[in-house]
């Protein structure tokens, strides 16, 4: 079995409420290797949003580590891409001066920058539309910019927070197919969060299940299926059974 790129161990967390300490996160275990397409399923409000937070450092763990490539990197920002779930893109700025906005932070001269996004506008279907501003543009086409910019910050893992909830079903499954060729192309590991069941299995090789909240893992499941899948297949239907039954 390769070496994981990426180890989440013992990871739990509690935030003070009104009411006093909600636990949020308990003793969450996970791993993803490199190359690799991990999803996060589980109910609304069960803590995802915080684990993603917690691996880009902007949350301390109460317990546990996150550690990627052999180093602990625990509270450390900038070691992930992270792709929230609305696209932030600045309606004030062009498509290209948006994407680029992380290779900048990172201090990359803007010239270099420009010149690598320019390479990609084609690859993720936005040729032509490099002075356009967001407004303009389709909420794919938003998204399809949103991802450039994570993947021009060039980091191994690149965390994607429910990235196509906001669609309709035709571009969702349309943007599902397209997010395979671009992981396939780039070979980054990916870290997914959806509330869709059939979306986890269609895009994964493995999908992670958390418990209500405070969030455990309550099933780690192998997709061994051929790409690309049938989503009415007899072996599709058996492991979306398998996923309904762990979050019943």
């Given at each position: 079995?390769?070496?994981?790129?990426?180890?989440?161990?013992?990871?739990?967390?509690?935030?003070?409420?009104?009411?006093?300490?909600?636990?949020?996160?308990?003793?969450?275990?996970?791993?993803?290797?490199?190359?690799?397409?991990?999803?996060?399923?589980?109910?609304?409000?069960?803590?995802?949003?915080?684990?993603?937070?917690?691996?880009?450092?902007?949350?301390?763990?109460?317990?546990?580590?996150?550690?990627?490539?052999?180093?602990?990197?625990?509270?450390?920002?900038?070691?992930?891409?992270?792709?929230?779930?609305?696209?932030?893109?600045?309606?004030?700025?062009?498509?290209?001066?948006?994407v680029?906005?992380g290779?900048?932070?990172?201090?990359?001269?803007?010239?270099?920058?420009?010149?690598?996004?320019?390479?990609?506008?084609?690859?993720?279907?936005?040729?032509?539309?490099?002075?356009?501003?967001?407004?303009t543009?389709?909420?794919?086409?938003?998204?399809r910019?949103?991802?450039?910019?994570?993947?021009?910050?060039?980091?191994p893992?690149?965390?994607?927070?429910?990235?196509?909830?906001?669609?309709?079903?035709?571009?969702?499954?349309?943007?599902?197919?397209?997010?395979?060729?671009?992981?396939?192309?780039?070979?980054?590991?990916?870290?997914?969060?959806?509330?869709?069941?059939?979306?986890?299995?269609?895009l994964?090789?493995?999908?992670?299940?958390?418990?209500?909240?405070?969030?455990?893992?309550?099933?780690?499941?192998?997709v061994?299926?051929?790409?690309?899948r049938?989503?009415?297949?007899?072996?599709?239907?058996?492991?979306?059974?398998?996923?309904?039954?762990?979050?019943?």
């Amino acid at each position: 079995m390769p070496e994981p790129l990426i180890e989440i161990n013992g990871i739990s967390k509690s935030f003070k409420g009104p009411e006093g300490i909600l636990p949020t996160l308990r003793e969450i275990n996970m791993s993803i290797e490199k190359g690799s397409f991990v999803s996060i399923i589980g109910p609304s409000g069960c803590g995802k949003s915080t684990l993603f937070n917690i691996i880009c450092g902007l949350i301390t763990p109460d317990t546990g580590s996150v550690v990627i490539e052999g180093k602990n990197v625990t509270g450390q920002r900038g070691v992930v891409s992270y792709m929230p779930q609305k696209d932030l893109l600045f309606p004030w700025r062009t498509i290209i001066d948006n994407v680029v906005i992380g290779s900048l932070i990172e201090g990359r001269p803007v010239e270099e920058s420009k010149k690598r996004a320019r390479e990609l506008f084609g690859v993720f279907g936005l040729e032509g539309f490099e002075n356009s501003y967001p407004a303009t543009l389709s909420g794919g086409m938003r998204q399809r910019a949103a991802l450039m910019r994570t993947v021009l910050c060039e980091k191994p893992i690149m965390l994607l927070d429910e990235s196509f909830g906001g669609l309709d079903a035709m571009t969702r499954r349309n943007m599902q197919a397209w997010l395979l060729n671009i992981w396939e192309r780039f070979q980054r590991s990916v870290l997914f969060i959806t509330h869709d069941i059939e979306e986890a299995l269609y895009l994964s090789d493995k999908v992670y299940v958390l418990t209500e909240r405070p969030a455990e893992v309550g099933l780690e499941l192998v997709v061994d299926l051929p790409r690309p899948r049938v989503v009415t297949s007899p072996e599709f239907v058996e492991y979306k059974k398998k996923l309904l039954a762990a979050l019943e």
